[in-house]
């Protein structure tokens, strides 16, 4: 597998934005609905949903400059994330490049990613780098993605319901195991 092929840096996408960012969830190569037609390579959600992240990415210039035609790019007020980030291989982009308020990742080895220019997760937020986020085309997002699941799944609330009752079911049959091999550890010991 190419290291730096789409699939691959989309995953790495995801990965820094659980890992390093801190999103409480994150999605590669997004499929939902979102009101505007944009599917991220990858998008997460921290602080309870009050932050987002959308992360581009870009394995060729050809891509890059192609990017900048859609309409939520020509209308940033219509795109997702209120932190925006193109990551690439090493060297794709400059600075220069990028629209107003874009960060930019490159992907250094397998794993590794540096933020070339942009905001930094963990540190005091920067004005120049935070848009204005379409809330109700992220809200989309969110809806298609949870109602997708409840269809694999069936109703959340009766999954969580019986998830519980499985793990009560089994701690109850361990500690039952545990008395048991408690008692026969007293037998052979007397």
């Keep these: 597998m190419d290291k730096y092929s789409h699939a691959t840096l989309c995953q790495v996408a995801k990965r820094w934005l659980l890992k390093t960012v801190g999103c409480s969830v994150a999605f ?7 009101l505007t037609l944009e599917e991220p390579d990858a998008i997460g959600w921290i602080r309870g949903g009050r932050d987002s992240f959308l992360v581009e990415v870009k394995v060729s210039r050809a891509d890059f400059h192609a990017d900048r035609k859609k309409f ?3 209308h940033p007020e219509f795109g997702v994330g209120k932190y925006r980030y193109f990551m690439t291989p090493p060297r794709l ?3 220069e490049d990028l629209p107003p308020g874009w960060g930019l990742l490159e992907v250094q080895g397998k794993k590794r990613v540096k933020l070339v220019h942009g905001q ?6 920067q004005t120049e780098f935070i848009f204005q986020p379409n809330t109700q085309a992220e809200l989309a997002m969110q809806t298609s993605i949870l109602r997708r699941t409840s269809l694999r799944i069936g109703d959340l609330q009766t999954f969580n319901a019986v998830i519980v009752h499985n793990y009560e079911q089994r701690v109850l049959r361990l500690k039952k195991e ?13």
């Design 178 to 190: 545990i008395r048991a091999l408690e008692a026969e550890k007293k037998a052979y010991l007397i």
């Design 28 to 34: 590669a190569e997004l499929k939902a609905n979102s």
């Design 120 to 125: 930094h997760p963990k540190k005091q937020q």
């Design 93 to 95: 982009l400059t600075v």
């Design 72 to 74: 939520f790019r020509q």
